[in-house]
Structure formats: structure tokens, C-alpha cells
């Protein structure tokens, strides 16, 4: 196409290498990139005609590359921040760490913290590099859906529902009825937003009941949306399906006709091979959380990649790593893979760092069901473009743009992003909303957030 017969520009960018992350691996040299509306309209080399622009945005000294895409956050657990740790530093820290930390915390926020735990949440995405995520599902999804609106970020929000377990918070439980009431609901009301949306949630197999795991299937069906749920997590998950259904926990979705196209499977670590032959057969979607999965087992995923298995990577939330960087996350993924899956075999990197960063975009765009909107850059997509400098030491000099994006970039190296055509982080400060109210509440309750959390967990 002649940039010089398109459309002109909302935005252009110019001076950048461009790393595509296409089914071509397309790098471009000191390229540019034209943006109307909220999609890509072109894309070349800089030098020659441009499309006219009402913006220019000149980046030398960069990288343009799709925005990271987070498959397994957990929004309202992001004050839970140094918590845990701190907690396990003393030796006091125990198992099973959701169900006598996690949702205690959950359980003590007001819609006015999840509100501000999103705000601060959303921001340190952006910050690091990522314009997308998944939630897995927490308390006041609207006010995650509120805070995601102002601050500009792509994501899907989700209500965690439990309906069984007695020792869990009264304020964390409800109904059947009204846990497939409220998620759909919150569906709905959530349908037409242009970036954020909702999805379904189911919070765990020990605390979800037969009929919300029916119902919620038959749910995602009826509105053509995915659940995002934690399988395969723990030993304490299998040995509970085992004592009570006599199978493995996916091996008991399947025969509960509740295992297809529509679950998004969290961690996914505890897979035996007849689970795994049961992801590929489904086509379900997983998430590998590098920073916290390899403390629960081994997780397989060269072997998930190799099969075809619609996997992203995710952080799992501020709460358990302390971290929202997902350039963290693909560096720890390679580095785990290498360690159970080349090493013992005497073998070197059964996946690259290339590999593993393509993976968490175009595999977290499958998980995410946006691989036609998201996870490469591409005319006729959503200009999510993340700007990476290179002219810091540890950067330079830059031999093979792609290899320094999966080698080097770490978040702090984001220096501009723009998601949806818009720019919202502008040479690393956040364009979109002022963030100080939300550190004045924190202030200000934090005391009372950690006092209550306190009480809770005993």
C-alpha cells in the first residue's frame, strides 16, 4: 500500500525499529507506524512518503512492539503487596496459602479499595509494558471495570464466585443462583465497552459446587464468554478430586460435560497426561504464571506450546510476587523451562527467549480471545504499540531488535504505550488519570485494610 494514498494519520511514529511479532517475524528498521482511530492503518520503512498525520510522534533510539498481554491477574490483591513475603520471612506462612490468606484479604475491601487497587494495578501495567489483561475474578468487578475505563488499559473483569465452604468469609459467598445471577449481569452490563469487557469466573473446584460449575458452563455458552478459573493448581486440588469424584480435577470437568473452548485454565501446572490429551481435545486455554508456578510442580510448557495449547503468560497479581512486570515473567518462564525441561536432558534451551516473548503475545492474544484485534502489529489492528528505549547501558548496542526485547527490556525500559490508538503513557509518565487520590486513600486506609486482614487470617 502507498502510505501516501492512506487515509492521514491521528498519530504517526517514526524513528523506531519495529518488532511485529507476526506470523513473519517482521522487523523493520527505522520504521514508522500510522495509527486512525484506534487501529494500525500502515506501517514501513520511515524513509520516503508518509502518511500525513495530525500527531507525529518521533522515537529514535526505540522499539515498537505489540503490548504484553497479562492472562492471570488478580486486581483487588494488588495492596496485598510485600505482605506474604513479609509474613513468610517471619516463618508464620501457611498452606493453602488461597484459602487462609488470599481471599481473607479480598474479603476486608470496601468498593472504594478495589477501585483504587485497580487504579494502582492498571498503572504499573502500563508502566511496564502491558495493555491487556485477564482478571481472574475478585470482589466489585465494576469498580475493576471503572478503574480500567479511566486509566485507558484493555482487559476483561470478572467476579469471583463461590457458593460452598463454610470456612470461607460469609461476604465471599453466595448462592448458586445468585453467583450465575450477578456474573451474568455483570456480562452484560459490561458487552459494549469498547475495551473492557466481562467474563465468567469460577474461583476454585473446592469451593464451587456442581450446579455453579453446570451453570456457569451453560452460561458461557448462552453468551458466547469465556471462565476464567484456577485448575490444576495444587496438590491439595488433586488430592481433593481424587478423594472425592475418584479422578484428576480436569479428568472431572470433562465428565461433567463442564471441559471445552469456553475455560480459561489458570496455572495449570498438576497436568497428567491423559489432562493434557484433554487440553489439546477441548482446545481450553491456559496461563503459565512463571513467577509463582515452579513452587507448585513442573509445569510442561514446551510441551503446551509444541501441542498447539492456547497459552499466555500472567503475573498472578501483586499478592503472591509483588510484581506486574511481564517482561519478568517471560524471562523467569525461559529460565524455568531450561531448568525441568533442558537441563536433566542435557539439552540448551528448549525455548528461547524469542520464543517465550512471540508466546506471551500472540499465545496471551489466543488465551485472550483477541488474536484478531491483539498480540502483533498488523494493519487493520488495535494499535496497542508499546515503546521500548534503548539507550540505556545494559540496552546498547542494539544488534537484533528482537533479542533485545527478549534478552534485555525489563520494564522499566517502556518509555511510551499506546493502547487503542491513544497515548497513555507519554516518556513514562501516565497521561490518563491523576493518581494521587488514589494514594491519598491508600494513605489513609491502609491501616485499616491490614488491620482487619489481621483479624481475618488470625
Known amino acids: 500500500m502507498n502510505p501516501a494514498e492512506t487515509s492521514a494519520a491521528d498519530l504517526l511514529i517514526t524513528g523506531c525499529h519495529i518488532v511485529c511479532v507476526d506470523a513473519a517475524n517482521t522487523i523493520i528498521d527505522d520504521g514508522a507506524i500510522a495509527i486512525v482511530g484506534n487501529s494500525i492503518s500502515w506501517l514501513g520503512k520511515a524513509a520516503g512518503p508518509l502518511p500525513a498525520a495530525r500527531e ?196 472431572y470437568l470433562e465428565r461433567s460435560e463442564c471441559l471445552d473452548d469456553y475455560v480459561h485454565a489458570a496455572h495449570s501446572v498438576l497436568l497428567s497426561p491423559r489432562e493434557m490429551d484433554l487440553y489439546v481435545q477441548r482446545d481450553v486455554s491456559a496461563c503459565h504464571c512463571a513467577l509463582n508456578n515452579y513452587r507448585i510442580g513442573v509445569p510442561r510448557v514446551a510441551e503446551m506450546i509444541r501441542r498447539g495449547i492456547r497459552l499466555g503468560l500472567g503475573t498472578d497479581g501483586a499478592g503472591t510476587r509483588a510484581s506486574l512486570d511481564m517482561f519478568q515473567v517471560v524471562h523467569g518462564a525461559v529460565l524455568g523451562q531450561q531448568a525441568v525441561a533442558g537441563t536433566p536432558y542435557h539439552f540448551d534451551l528448549p525455548v528461547t527467549h524469542e520464543q517465550m516473548l512471540a508466546q506471551a503475545l500472540r499465545g496471551g492474544a489466543a488465551a485472550a480471545r483477541l488474536s484478531d484485534s491483539i498480540g502483533s502489529l498488523e494493519i487493520g489492528k488495535r494499535a496497542d504499540i508499546v515503546l521500548v528505549g534503548t539507550d540505556d547501558q545494559d540496552q546498547f548496542p542494539v544488534v537484533d531488535p528482537m533479542i533485545t526485547l527478549a534478552e534485555s527490556t525489563v520494564g522499566r525500559d517502556v518509555r511510551t504505550v499506546i493502547i487503542d490508538g491513544r497515548i497513555v503513557l507519554r516518556d513514562g509518565q501516565l497521561t490518563t488519570v491523576d493518581l494521587a487520590p488514589m494514594r491519598q486513600h491508600l494513605r489513609s486506609q491502609y491501616r485499616r485494610i491490614m488491620e482487619r486482614y489481621d483479624q481475618a487470617i488470625g
Not at 150 to 174: F, H, K, V
Not at 221 to 246: K, M, Q
Open 56 to 251: 507525529t510522534l518521533h522515537a529514535p533510539n526505540s522499539i515498537a512492539m505489540p503490548g504484553l498481554i497479562d492472562c492471570h491477574v488478580h486486581t483487588a490483591q494488588q495492596f496485598l503487596h510485600g505482605k506474604l513475603q513479609a509474613i513468610q520471612r517471619r516463618g508464620e506462612l501457611r498452606h493453602p496459602m488461597w484459602q487462609r490468606y488470599l481471599i481473607p484479604f479480598e474479603s476486608g475491601l470496601t468498593p472504594d479499595d478495589v477501585y483504587a487497587s485497580g487504579l494502582a494495578a492498571y498503572a504499573a501495567m502500563i508502566r511496564s509494558g502491558t495493555t491487556c489483561f485477564l482478571e481472574a475474578g475478585g470482589p466489585f468487578a465494576d469498580q475493576m471495570g471503572r478503574a480500567a475505563d479511566e486509566i485507558g488499559i484493555r482487559g476483561r473483569i470478572a467476579l469471583s464466585t463461590m457458593d460452598t465452604e463454610e470456612d470461607l468469609p460469609a461476604n465471599m459467598r453466595c448462592s448458586t443462583s445468585e453467583a450465575l445471577r450477578r456474573s451474568e449481569e455483570l456480562v452484560l452490563r459490561w458487552k459494549d465497552h469498547p475495551r473492557v469487557n466481562a467474563w465468567l469466573s469460577l474461583r476454585q473446584i473446592m469451593v464451587n459446587s456442581d450446579a455453579l460449575r453446570r451453570g456457569m458452563r451453560e452460561l458461557s455458552h448462552a453468551l458466547a464468554t469465556p471462565i476464567h478459573t484456577h485448575l490444576a493448581e495444587g496438590t491439595y486440588e488433586v488430592d481433593y478430586s481424587i478423594a472425592r469424584w475418584g479422578v484428576r480435577p480436569a479428568e
